[in-house]
């Protein structure tokens, strides 16, 4: 009898055999066979406990109240697990409650059978007390292994939420840089849309005044000889913008060579071109009548030209706009960087016209580039140096080949680069600027130096020994 | 008599010779002049203050290079012998912030936004150049048949220097 009890209770838990072997040993534990339905609650966690129970068949969970209320699941039992063991030997309330997860045979010993089987059979007292003891020390070693693998996984918690912070950190970057590529190409939709439309009535606008001029010089020629009108038209046609400073040099000899004249008079006088003067000279002198119609004659030539010019520089800011707005196209073309840099200069002349600007840019041979994308390289460049630079100070475009290179180089007389930053200026995210700017988003030199790589090419910024910053973007020549 | 002067300012030649040809008929009493900068308008005002002559108005652009015109007013409104010509700024660009920084620092009188008609900048000078003339206390008779007369005979009425008896 003895012997039998000592191998069933040789384990922590009971073997299957164990179990048979200890219900047939303990006859007494015939009538504390109970069954448990699945779902069913074998131990309530905050009641007091008055049984020991010993799992025979089936599953149990053990659950765990935490803060909010939410049972937490955290161990199961099979076949010859001890349950309630520290609240019927403490008699303290159930710590965590176990429910059936299966139907479920087991044995409940309460204290009663307990206290008379301990009584009855030494025996039994000894296993029972070795199983407790391997029983609790394995719990003990348990929650030394649990902890140990909780810190472990707390560790790898936090490498992966690092991970997923720089993850989100670079896809807040791709977003802003979609956002950027994705405004950038509906603008350029816009510039290609607005061109066009300004494009077709500045083209009628400037044939129209051609064929006007065209049109007036028969109409004078045919009143009468005509051979004077139309030399003044023609002259008014080609008539140059004055200075102001030429202007009054001009007014000023009017009056000394014709005596009398006064200064409305000499202001129109001023507008002649030589040839158109010396033919209209005579007619002063002699006060005929037909000089403030022959004045006029030149003066709507004169208008006219004002017409052909302004609608020509419309239509060249138009085409520049266009060129500019090709940015978030794809095309690749063997292309003349100078003509980009051009363009850029003439969309951003409204701001740069408050710098000294000094251009050089010599022909260069062709480049195989993205011209849209190119063009906002020198954007990006030129809005930093203006940024960094105070309105009148000096910004430089050069573009020269270098070998098998191209270069431009954009410098200014700003407040330069922190030797330390010079690398880190190219980092996403990186902007000195505060959110007062409509950029500022930090994307501008990142995405240049991309675009530059992209081609083959490099960007470097330094800073200049007079002061101020320089970036160098370097590409190579078409092959 | 007094030389009383508009001055017109703007880095556009194109624009600067419109609005010349548009001020020339004012220069049968108002004598022009033009710059195409801040710069060469204050070397123009040195002459016509060597002249012993006057500013009465000045149309000035406001984007320009190195000096904007609402900085150039600004500093004109702040010399003496200026500060009673009648300034306006004549833009295409301005923002309104431009603006209200004009209105309060340049002393600004006036507003004409590109692109203008010449009625409206003829109308501009004569208003304006009426409220000079009355400001300056100058003998109106030269300039009634150029700007509002009805105005300046008022002024004068009021002042005695015309009496209807």
Same mark, same amino acid.
């Given at each position: ?11 922590? %838990?009971?073997? $299957? ?16 066979? =109970?069954?448990?339905?699945?779902? $069913? ?37 099979? &076949? ?79 490498? +992966? ?12 970057? %791709? %977003? ?24 077709? &009535? ?35 046609? +080609? ?23 006064? =200064? ?57 706009? =266009? ?9 690749? +073309? ?11 200069? %003439? ?15 010599? &022909? ?25 630079? $105070? ?31 010079? +690398? ?28 530059? $790589? ?9 800073? =200049? ?15 | ?33 033009? /710059? ?84 409206? #900048?003829?109308? /501009? ?21 150029? #700007? ?18």
């Amino acid at each position: 009898m003895d012997d039998s009890l000592k191998s069933v209770f040789s384990e922590s %838990t009971l073997s $299957e055999e164990g179990m048979r072997a200890l219900v047939e040993a303990l006859p007494q534990l015939k009538g504390s066979r =109970r069954r448990f339905q699945e779902g $069913e609650t074998i131990l309530r966690e905050g009641e007091l406990n008055d049984s020991l129970i010993i799992l025979m068949e089936g599953r149990a969970r053990l659950l765990k109240l935490d803060e909010s209320g939410c049972s937490l699941e955290v161990d199961t039992f099979g &076949p010859g697990a001890l349950l309630g063991l520290t609240s019927f030997w403490g008699k303290t309330e159930v710590f965590a409650s176990v429910v059936a997860d299966t139907e479920i045979a087991c044995v409940s010993i309460d204290r009663q059978l307990f206290d008379s089987l301990t009584a009855e059979r030494p025996d039994f007292v000894r296993a029972v007390q070795g199983l407790f003891v391997r029983n609790l020390s394995d719990r003990y070693r348990n929650m030394i292994r649990s902890q140990v693998a909780r810190d472990k996984l707390s560790a790898q918690l936090e490498s +992966e939420r690092n991970q997923l912070r720089d993850t989100l950190k670079r896809l807040e970057e %791709t %977003t802003n840089r979609l956002v950027n590529q994705e405004k950038l190409a509906t603008m350029g939709q816009l510039l290609a849309g607005i061109a066009h439309e300004i494009n077709n &009535p500045v083209g009628a606008l400037l044939r129209g005044i051609e064929s006007a001029k065209d049109a007036l010089e028969k109409a004078v020629r045919m009143e009468s000889e005509g051979e004077v009108e139309q030399e003044l038209i023609r002259e008014g046609w +080609e008539c140059p913008y004055w200075s102001p400073e030429e202007k009054r040099t001009r007014m000023d000899a009017v009056m000394v060579d014709f005596q009398g004249v006064g =200064r409305p008079m000499a202001r129109r006088m001023a507008q002649l071109t030589d040839p158109a003067l010396k033919l209209i000279g005579p007619y002063v002198k002699r006060k005929s009548k037909d000089l403030d119609r022959l004045l006029a004659v030149y003066e709507l030539g004169v208008c006219f030209r004002a017409v052909r010019l302004s609608g020509g520089r419309i239509g060249k800011i138009v085409t520049s706009l =266009r060129n500019y707005g090709k940015q978030g196209g794809s095309e690749w +073309e063997d292309s003349d960087l100078v003509e980009g840099i051009r363009d850029t200069l %003439t969309v951003l002349n409204n701001r740069l016209k408050r710098y000294e600007l000094s251009l050089d840019l010599s &022909p260069l041979p062709k480049v195989s580039c993205n011209l849209g994308e190119v063009n906002q390289i020198w954007t990006n460049l030129l809005a930093n140096a203006m940024d960094a630079t $105070e309105e009148g100070g000096e910004i430089c475009v050069t573009a020269i080949q270098e070998g098998e290179e191209v270069l431009v180089r954009i410098e200014d007389s700003g407040s330069g680069i922190d030797p330390d930053k010079l +690398e880190k200026v190219f980092e996403a995210n990186f902007t000195t600027k505060n959110s007062s700017g409509s950029f500022g988003l930090g994307l501008g030199l990142s995405i240049s130096k991309e675009i530059v $790589e992209k081609h083959g090419g490099s960007l470097v910024a330094s800073n =200049r020994s007079q002061g101020g910053a320089c970036f160098e973007a370097r590409f190579p020549v078409v092959g | 008599m007094n030389q009383i002067y508009i001055l017109c300012v703007d880095d556009e030649a194109d624009v600067l010779e419109a609005v010349e040809r548009d001020l020339a008929t004012m220069e049968e009493v108002f004598p022009l002049e033009i /710059a195409s900068s801040a710069d060469e308008a204050r070397q123009v005002l040195e002459r016509i203050d060597a002249q012993g002559a006057e500013l009465g108005l000045i149309f000035c652009d406001h984007v320009m290079p190195k000096e904007t015109g609402g900085e150039f007013l600004s500093w004109l409104d702040g010399q003496p012998q200026w500060k009673r010509s009648r300034k306006a700024l004549l833009t295409g660009q301005a923002g309104l912030e431009a603006t209200v920084s004009a209105i309060n620092n340049a002393g600004l009188d006036f507003y004409v936004s590109k692109p203008w008609t010449q009625e409206g #900048l003829l109308q /501009a000078a004569k208003r304006l150049l009426t409220d000079y003339v009355i400001s300056r206390n100058i003998d109106p008779l030269p300039y009634m048949s150029i #700007l509002d007369a009805t105005r300046l005979a008022e002024h004068s009425y009021k002042r005695g220097l015309i009496s209807d008896t």
